[in-house]
């Protein structure tokens, strides 16, 4: 009888271990299949976010503050404030200061070096709004081989046509300019006792131009020409 009992303890002990076992095996299976598909997700979203623009983020971020900025000013344009004057009070004098590093980083200033430097500066600033079309060119370089591009022998009755809008462009633009110049310039006062040494107005900027950089070195032969002793 005792034997009966001890058999039937060891048998409910193997049960339990067996059953214990199980559920090991089960959550360990859980587990597996749960790491299998978060792994998976991983898989699909590192997959995605590679197929996105390099500069996704930055977009989303600039889209994000576009967003908050404009629902910034409709509440304040909706308690009768004007915004820009509110975010300018909003801004500490450390953060205006970065910001105006910043500014000056990014465009910096180079000053006057010379008119050789002002003059590529304008013609960059200037070109900059004349996009070619690239199309077009690709287009008249097929057609025209080896004469698209001039050369000794060219007689230019084969040179590419300048097409009309692309010259009405440059024509508008240069009449920006025109008018961005004359509402900059002044008449100089006239000096009735100056010696005359020019023939028009551009002429006399031209020579005060040489003067102001050359005339410490051309004193001397300056005033040999007027005595008449000049070799």
């Known amino acids: 009888m005792a034997s009966t009992s001890t058999e039937a303890s060891t048998s409910n002990d193997d049960h339990h271990k067996k059953k214990s076992r199980l559920d090991r095996f089960k959550n360990l299976e859980l587990k597996m299949n749960e790491a299998r598909k978060m792994n998976h997700q991983e898989v699909v979203e590192e997959d995605r976010r590679k197929k996105l623009p390099a500069n996704f983020e930055q977009k989303r971020k600039f889209i994000d503050w576009e967003e908050q900025e404009e629902k910034k000013r ?94 009405n462009r440059m024509v508008d633009d240069l009449e920006k300019q025109i008018a961005k110049r004359a509402k900059y310039s002044r008449r100089r006062t ?27 070195y051309t004193a001397e032969i300056k005033q040999n020409l007027e005595r008449g002793t000049a070799v």
Do not use: C
């Not at 070109?127 to 230019?156: C, I, S, W």
């Open 74 to 167: 409709k509440e304040a344009e909706a308690r009768g404030e004007d915004y820009d004057r509110v975010k300018l009070l909003e801004i500490t004098a450390d953060e205006a200061e970065k910001w105006e590093r910043k500014k000056k980083k990014k465009n910096p200033d180079p000053g006057f070096s010379g008119y050789e430097a002002a003059t590529l500066r304008a013609y960059q600033r200037n070109t900059k709004n004349l996009k070619p079309d690239m199309q077009e060119v690709a287009r008249q370089k097929h057609k025209l081989g080896d004469d698209f591009y001039a050369g000794t022998n060219t007689l230019g009755l084969t040179q590419v046509k300048d097409n009309p809008e692309a010259v």
């Open 190 to 216: 006239h000096d009735e006792d100056a010696d005359i040494d020019f023939i028009n107005e551009r002429n006399a900027k031209f020579n005060k131009k040489l003067e102001r950089f050359y005339g410490t």
